[in-house]
Structures are given as C-alpha cells and as structure tokens.
C-alpha cells in the first residue's frame, strides 16, 4: 500500500469518526458543537497525525500546530513551507 493511500484512507477514518449529523431530532438534541482547535486536540490524543487532522478539518498543518502549541524552529517552518507550495503546484 502507497504512502498515498494509506493517508488517504486515515483521512476517510478520521472524517467519518468526525462528522456530525445535519438534523436535530430527539435523539440528538443533546449533540454539542466544538470548536476546531477542540477537534484538533481530541483527533491528535487519538493519534492522527497533524496532516490528517489539518485534512480532517480543511485547514493547514500550520494552524493545527498552532491549536495544538506546537512550535516550530524558523529552518523548519522554511522547509514546511516548501513542501506545501510544491504539492500545492502538483496539484
């Protein structure tokens, strides 16, 4: 199996494990919204990696970081950056 498509398949996990329902009814009633730092912390104490919850939730690996105060040295955050402009262009 691909690198690929085993992120692809932990995306789909950690998606179905995070969607909510679109209707309230009697059952539900009770079901909390929370916010997506709130996600990002129980998605990553669940052991998703940081790309699979930035996927999860639409966002970037840096702002992930940032819900879950990871800090990154300034060579690292360049190299980041990199990656993610050229699978950007990859498209």
């Known amino acids: 199996m691909s690198d690929r498509t085993q992120v692809d398949s932990a ?4 998606v179905v494990q995070t969607e909510q329902p679109t ?3 009697a059952s539900t ?5 929370i916010s997506a730092a709130a996600q990002a912390k129980l998605l990553h ?3 998703q990696s940081v790309t ?3 996927a999860t939730l639409g966002t970037t690996a840096k702002t992930v970081d940032e819900y ?3 800090t990154l040295t300034q060579e690292l955050e ?3 950056q990199a990656t993610e402009a050229a699978a950007t262009a990859k498209g």
Do not use: F, M, P, W
């Open 11 to 14: 995306v789909k996990a950690a």
């Open 23 to 25: 209707k309230t009814t």
């Open 29 to 33: 009633k009770d079901t909390v919204e």
């Open 45 to 47: 104490q669940q052991g």
């Open 52 to 54: 699979v919850i930035a």
């Open 68 to 70: 879950l105060g990871i």
């Open 78 to 80: 360049k190299t980041l």
